[in-house]
């Protein structure tokens, strides 16, 4: 049994989901935070799975400086074996970690590019890997002039948030001063870190979008499969639902998992689990992004249903520097889908309705819905779902247009609704 340092986390389902993948690969973690507030503030019966870890300690995680001599001195009584996390915003702080311990991992200056959005393009475009055109710029003039170059319609975002947030189509100049102001006025993240101020432009990329879950391990990328992403919200690019695996051709599926590999070894990941993202165009697939972690919403369960592979079980084992088993096994299962209820209204829930019968659907595997009381506003990135349901069925490609037709049904009640 290994000993694993697990410094912050997501407060969302990967927050349960990586402490029991660590149990299950047959170690055991401990937990390293600068707030455990910031995970408690939402009563759990029974206890949050963060406090399964064998101790938490408490330190300024926003400071490299002061965070590497503790980690020593922690190392020094604990032996840590390994260091990981779910939450992006701390995967360069992981990785500076490992290397600092002389511990496994995917290396310092690939997660620090990778986490990147902007070193991610200049370093897989002189790879040869394809990608839309972009810029970087600082300041309206510069942004202005950038976009000209690259042409509208094209994609705003900043270099090092996640989540979706802030991330607009701009057709037109006005739009593109309002959504470069927006991210500007955010100039510190959620957890109290100084935001890069430049932003990204990107030729926009019209077509569906894929993710591709890799594992990466003594060198060798292992794809386990690519994940089918629905996204809606526009101007924003907010994700709605998933499917695994993708029904997609075999042509097109060879051609993106070639991209998404051939990404992952220009940025010189090792040692990881790795969530690429990539849309289908009318030149064919172009990378969008490159995380150094498992997908998120839901994904890993998706995967683990389908295959029998936990992807939060090779994290903890791959970071030990260990070679994970990734034969598939029968599960029964041919397609499993999540899909999420985007708020489009502002105002109190009340109640929902329109699931009575999920209960009954052998085909509904798991489900969460807010709680009457909740406050609602309108979606603008991933971090503001009303609930989601996810289901499984014995044939490939269909799961994701049942999880669809089960989410629209539910209807979300909100004060001042008429009766």
Known sequence: MGHLLMVESWVGSMSSLLPAGIADSGHRFSFLTRDLGHYLRTASTPPHPLLSAANVFTAETNNEATLLPFARKLHDVFGFDGVLTSCDYYLPTVAAIAADLGLPGPGRAAVAAACAKDRTRTITQAAGVAGPAFAVAQGWDEIAVAAKEIGYPLVVKPVDLCGGMFVS???????????????????????????????????????????????????????????????????????????????????????????????????????????????????????????????????????????????????????????????????????????????????????????????????????????????????SDNNSYLGHVLVVDEKPGTAGDLAQSLIQDARFRLDGDAA
């Open 169 to 379: 189509l701009v057709t037109d100049e006005d739009q593109l001063r309002a959504a470069a102001d927006r991210i500007a006025a955010f100039g510190v993240n959620a957890r109290g870190q100084r935001r890069d101020p430049r932003i990204l432009l990107e030729e926009c990329v019209d077509g569906p979008e894929f993710s591709v879950e890799t594992v990466t391990a003594g060198g060798r990328t292992t794809v386990i499969g690519i994940t089918d992403k629905r996204l809606t919200g526009a101007p924003a690019f907010i994700e709605c639902g998933h499917m695994f695996p993708a029904a997609l051709s075999p042509a097109d599926a060879s051609a993106i998992t070639e991209l998404a590999v051939a990404a992952v070894e220009a940025l010189g990941l090792d040692a990881t689990v790795a969530h690429t993202e990539i849309r289908l165009g009318a030149q064919g697939p172009r990378l969008i992004e490159v995380n150094p972690r498992p997908g998120g919403n839901r994904i890993t369960e998706l995967v683990r249903r389908v295959t029998g592979i936990d992807l939060t079980a090779v994290q903890a084992q791959v970071v030990t520097g260990a070679i994970p088993d990734l034969t598939p096994r029968a599960t029964g299962i041919g397609s499993a889908a999540v899909a999420f209820a985007v708020p489009d209204r502002t105002g109190v829930l009340t109640g929902v309705e329109g699931t009575d019968g999920w209960a009954d659907d052998a085909r509904v595997v798991e489900q969460k819905l807010a709680e009457p009381g909740t406050a609602v506003r309108p979606a």
